[in-house]
């Protein structure tokens, strides 16, 4: 079984994807996981999706995990 060491970070910045992509090449992360936020119809039609962005924009792996609740 493989020992996991999770870490937690508050991160400041412009744009969080830039800010996540910044600090994941400047910490060696082997991989991001993010939970993306659930949007409205009119949202979803609006706006585009940071999640989205974000696995676009990252040179590592993305996990979404989508809550259920």
């Known amino acids: 079984m493989i020992a996991l060491h999770p870490k ?3 991160i400041t ?3 969080i994807e ?5 600090f994941a090449e400047l ?6 996981i993010v939970v993306p936020k ?3 119809l009119l949202n979803k039609i609006f706006s585009e999706s940071r999640s989205q962005r974000l696995v676009l924009q990252s040179h590592i792996p993305v996990m979404a995990i989508h809550e259920y609740f």
């Open 27 to 32: 910490n060696e992360i082997d991989l991001l």
């Open 38 to 40: 659930k949007h409205h």
């Open 13 to 15: 910045g412009t744009t």
């Open 18 to 22: 830039q800010s996540l992509c910044e």
């Open 8 to 10: 937690y970070h508050l």
